[in-house]
C-alpha cells in the first residue's frame, strides 16, 4: 500500500496556463439536495468552486433554487421537475464530471435519476452519500459502474454496499477486491482513509479526528468532481482530493481546535491547503 505525501500528490498536479480561462478549466454538475437537506449541496458546491474548476452547474429540486443561488452565486443553478427532491431528465453535455448524492434522499423517482446516471457512461462520476444507499438497496446496478466512477463511502455505507467485516483490515481487503471486480475506484472514508483503484492501492497521511463531524463528505465530493472536470484520472483526483482534504481539516484544525472544527472552516482552507502541496511557498 503506497502512503500519500505531498510528493506524490505534488506529482499528478497540472501547472495552470497564465493566460488560461474558464473555459479551460472545465465543467462540472452537481446532482444535490432535496428538502431539509440543502445544506449538504451548499458544502459540496463551495468545495467544488474551490477545487480550481472553470464553472459549476448544479441539478437541485426546486426547493433548493434560492438556497444555491444565494449561497453559492458562483455556481448557476438548475431546477429538477420536483420540488422537494431530485427527478426528471438531465442532459450531460458539456460536462467534465458529475457528482451525485450529497443530500439527495432515496425517493423512488430519485433512484429512476440515478439508474439514467449510471447508463450515461462518457462522464467521470462521483458517488456519495444517498447514491452509495441506493446503489445498496440496488446491487445489480453496481456492474453499471464505468472505470471513470469513484465511490466514497463511509464504513456503515461500505457495509451497506458489501457487506460486515470483522475489522478494518478486513474492509480494506474487500475494498481491494471490489475495485477490481467492480473496475472503479473507492475511497474508504475513516482515520485513515483508503483508496482502491483497479491496480492500486494508497492510505491517506492528513487528516484529524475533528473531521468525523456532519458535512465533510459533502466537501470531499465536490472537490473530487471539481478535480475530475479538469481532467484529472480517478486515480489521480482521488489521490490529490483525499490528501488536500485532509491537509485543509489540519490546516483549519491548527487555525482553531479540532473540537471547534466544521465542514465550512475546511472549506476555507482549500486555497491554502492548494499553496502548500503544489507551490514553493
Sequence with gaps: MKKITKQLARSFYIPRPKDGHKGLFGHALLMLGSRGKMGAAVLAARACMRSGVGKVSVFAPKCGYSVLQTAVPEVMVIDSEHEDYLSGDVSFRGYMATGIGCGI?????????????LTSRQLAFVFDADALNLLAENKSWLEQLSDHAILTPHPKEFERLFGATKDRAAAIKLQKQKAKELNCTIILKGAETVIATPYDTYLNTTGNSGMATAGMGDVLTGLLT????????????????VYLHGLAGDLAAAAGSEEGLIATDLIEQLPLAFRKTFYNK
Excluded: D
Excluded at 105 to 117: D, F
Excluded at 226 to 241: F, I, N
Design 105 to 117: 434522499g432515496q425517493h423512488p423517482q430519485t433512484a429512476k435519476l440515478l439508474h439514467h446516471v
Design 226 to 241: 471539481g478535480l475530475l472536470a479538469q481532467g484529472y484520472s480517478t486515480e489521480q483526483a482521488s489521490v490529490m482530493g
